[in-house]
């Protein structure tokens, strides 16, 4: 059975992903060499397209948007509102942009869309009674925030010398490999929290609530409970003990907070008004956890712990049929 007759994707997407979905060959025994170079520098691959556009808005970021780190060693309202202003601008542009391009002015209609629905509900169970409105509120208030706060005390450590901080003319090498390294280091720890939000306890009290989200979109990415947020950011605490410069701790923090942004956009491929189609990245990977919750677990599939651990689901029946065995096992539906 197919993934549209099987109910799981949109049955008016006129391409489905492709499945099984493939896993990058980074940690791959026998290593594969040629394989490994293609996914790297080839497109789409680990640097294209979206890494390369993270890379270099970090970049803008630290130069352009980022206060001077002697103006930073001090708790000031003022350049700490600067911090805040520029994450709540980045994260409309981007979650706003993406959800006004796919969902009003519906630039490509239902074309290689997952949903079943469009992520608008009206229903009692959301905030305001409105799945987007709910998912803007608890993105602008809480996500922007919790991101903010753990910038803003992280800058503030490397401007007072708490953290040590890599000199990029003294270890350029070391530099660009830990800058390359980093989307790599989110998958691995995306992974471990996300799998710890399942655990009943933290499921219950926090995590459902970004699953309240069956039907993705844009914002339903950083919709989360503040306490889901405070672990979710987690990873710039890395910096803290890895000898890393600001703009590492930029980086990786910025993508943690505007990557879910795409990784929900709810379709796969991105279709221009010339009809040239262009990949957006794996999202057929993530939208199977929103539609089965006990598998892909990870971000990207990049470090495949999915795969090692046995929650991985490649989209095909085989799985699907795996998955709904299990869901009746531990449901009883
Ligand atoms: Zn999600
Ligand atoms: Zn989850």
Redo the contacts with the bound molecule.
Sequence with gaps: MSDIAAGVISSRGDTPPATPIATPPVFVWPPRPVALAKFLFGYPGYFLPLNVLYMGLAILTWFAFTPALSRMAAFHWDWIAIIYGRNLALTVLVFGGLHYRFYIQKAQGTRYMLNRREPTVSHRRFLFGNQVRENVFWTAISGVGIWTAYEVVTLWAFANGTIPMLNWEAHPVYFVLLFCAIPIIRDAHFYLIHRLLHYPFLYKRYHSL??K?TD?GPW??MSMHPVEHVIYFSGILLHWVLLSHPLHAIFHIQTTGLA?AI??VGFHKLLTKRDNVYSIGQRYF?FL??RYFECNYGGDGTVPLDKWFGSFHDGTPESHDTMRLRRSRVHGV
Excluded: E, L, Q
């Design positions: 970004h699953h989200n993705i339903s990415g879910p990784g929900h993530h956890h929103h």
